[in-house]
C-alpha cells in the first residue's frame, strides 16, 4: 500500500480498507456455509462499520444486514438495500423507528422484550401491515471476552431469559396478534470470541426450544467471532467457523429428529476489521523518565477502543518495517484526556516527526465509534481494491463541525 501518496490525496489521519481482503473473508463465509437440510443466510452486523459504499458492497456480495438504529437503517435506505434483508435489532427501538421501518417493509424485527413487541403489534396493526418477528432470547450462555462486549448473562439488558414469565408473555401476544408472524429465535453470546463451545451449546439449547413451536423456526446465532488484531490473538479461521456450525447443527437436528427453516449467523468485527487499518502523523516525540511518546494526528477520536476496552493494536513507522524496533514506545493522541493512547508499550524503530504511523486491524468499530471530543473532525475514509484508491467518506469540514450549531 502507498501510503505517502494516500498522504498526499487525502491527509491524516485516514482510515483505509482493503476491499480484497473484506471480499475474501466474505467468500470464506458464502462457500461454507452452506447445508442441504436448511437454508442459510449471513447477515453483516453493520454496527462494526456502516457507510453507504460498505452497504453497497455488502448488497452486492448478497448478503443480509443487520441495523440497531435509525441511522443504520436510513443509510441502508439511501443505497438501495433490499428491505426483505435487512434485521432490525435493539433493545429500544423507538416508536419513530419501528413506525420508519414497518413503512420501509424491513424483513425482520428482531425482538427484545415484551413491551417492544407490545408497540410493534400496536403500530402494524394501525398502519396495517404485517410483521416478522425473530425473539431475541437469553439463554444464559456467555462467552469469554471483554466484560463491556458480554451480551447474553442472566442480567443482561438484551433478550429475554427463555422460560421467564416475560417470554410467556411474548409467545401469548404473537398467538393473538395477527399481524405479528413468529419466524425464528436469536440468541448472541458476545464479541471477539476465539472458541467455538460456546456456539455448541447455543445450538443445542436454540435446537431444544425450537421444539417448543408446532413449525419449523429459523435460528440465527449471532456474530462475534473472533478477529485478528495482534499475534495473541488466535483466530479461527472463518472457513472453519463456518463449516463447525453448519455441521453442529445438522448433527443436532439429527440427532432431535427436528427441521429448521433457515439458519443464520451475524458477524460484524471479523468482516471488516482486519482489512481496515488508519495513517497517522507523527507530530512530535517526547520522552518523560519511563516512557517514550510518539504523539500522533488523531487518537481515542478515531479509534476509542484502547481507551474503552483496553484493545491492543499492533503498529509500524512507515517504511521502517523492516527496521529494529528498538524503542519501547507509547503511541498517544492529541486530545486533552491521559486515557488518550493508542498503542501503549510497542516495540518501533527510531521515528522523526512528519512520519507516517500505521495501526492495523482497525476496521471495526473505529470509525463507527469514533467521535468529535475536543472538536476533532472525523477523517476520510478510503477504499483500495486491486491496487486502486477511492475516497468513500470525506473528511469532515470546520464548516461540517459546526453546521448545526445555532
Ligand atoms: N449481532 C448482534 C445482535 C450484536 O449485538 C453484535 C455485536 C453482532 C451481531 C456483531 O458482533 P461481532 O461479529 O462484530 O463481534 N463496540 C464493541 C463491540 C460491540 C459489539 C456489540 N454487538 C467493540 O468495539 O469491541
Do not use: W
Not at 453507504?52 to 456480495?61: D, F, G, P, T, V
Not at 413503512?103 to 427484545?112: A, H, K, L, T
Not at 512530535?284 to 483496553?310: C, E, H, W
Amino acid at each position: 500500500m502507498n501510503y505517502k501518496e494516500l498522504k498526499r490525496k487525502y491527509g491524516t489521519p485516514l482510515y483505509i480498507y482493503d476491499v480484497n481482503k473484506i471480499k475474501d473473508i466474505i467468500s470464506a463465509y458464502k462457500n461454507n456455509f452452506q447445508s442441504g437440510k436448511f437454508e442459510t443466510e449471513i447477515i453483516y452486523a453493520s454496527k462494526a462499520f456502516n457507510i453507504k459504499e460498505m452497504l453497497r458492497l455488502i448488497k452486492n456480495e448478497g448478503l443480509s444486514l443487520d441495523v440497531v438504529s435509525l441511522g443504520e437503517l436510513y443509510t441502508a435506505t439511501k443505497i438501495g438495500f433490499p428491505m426483505e434483508r435487512i434485521y432490525f435489532h435493539g433493545n429500544n427501538k423507538t416508536e419513530e423507528e419501528l413506525r420508519f421501518a414497518i413503512e420501509y417493509n424491513v424483513g425482520i424485527f428482531v425482538i427484545d422484550n415484551l413491551s417492544e413487541l407490545r408497540k410493534l403489534s400496536i403500530l402494524s396493526k394501525e398502519l396495517q401491515k404485517k410483521s416478522s418477528i425473530y425473539i431475541r432470547l437469553n439463554v444464559g450462555v456467555e462467552a469469554h471476552t471483554h466484560k463491556y462486549i458480554v451480551t447474553s448473562h442472566i442480567d443482561s439488558k438484551f433478550g429475554v431469559l427463555y422460560g421467564s414469565e416475560e417470554y410467556k408473555q411474548m409467545l401469548q401476544l404473537i398467538e393473538t396478534c395477527e399481524q405479528i408472524e413468529l419466524k425464528g429465535l436469536h440468541c448472541h453470546i458476545g464479541s471477539q470470541i476465539f472458541e467455538l463451545n460456546p456456539y455448541d451449546i447455543v445450538i443445542e439449547k436454540l435446537t431444544t426450544i425450537v421444539q417448543d413451536f408446532p413449525y419449523p423456526l429459523s435460528i440465527n446465532l449471532g456474530g462475534g467471532f473472533g478477529a485478528f488484531y495482534t499475534q495473541a490473538d488466535h483466530v479461527i479461521p472463518y472457513e472453519r467457523v463456518a463449516k463447525h456450525l453448519i455441521q453442529r447443527m445438522e448433527e443436532e437436528l439429527e440427532k432431535k429428529k427436528l427441521r429448521i427453516q433457515k439458519l443464520s449467523i451475524e458477524p460484524g468485527r471479523s468482516i471488516v476489521g482486519e482489512a481496515g487499518r488508519t495513517l497517522y502523523t507523527l507530530g512530535s516525540t517526547k520522552q518523560t523518565p519511563n516512557r517514550l511518546y510518539y504523539f500522533v494526528d488523531g487518537g481515542m477520536t478515531d479509534n476509542i477502543r484502547p481507551a474503552l476496552y483496553q484493545a491492543i493494536y499492533a503498529a509500524d513507522v512507515v517504511g521502517k518495517e523492516k527496521e529494529i524496533k528498538n524503542k519501547m514506545v507509547t503511541i498517544a493522541g492529541k486530545c486533552c484526556e491521559s486515557g488518550d493512547i493508542l498503542v501503549e508499550n510497542i516495540l518501533l524503530p527510531e521515528a522523526q516527526e512528519g512520519d507516517l504511523l500505521v495501526t492495523y486491524s482497525t476496521g471495526a468499530y473505529g470509525y463507527a465509534m469514533s467521535s468529535n471530543y475536543n472538536k476533532a473532525c472525523t477523517p476520510a475514509v478510503v477504499f483500495v481494491e486491486d491496487g486502486q484508491d477511492k475516497l468513500v467518506v470525506r473528511r469532515q469540514s470546520m464548516e461540517e463541525l459546526i453546521e448545526r450549531e445555532i
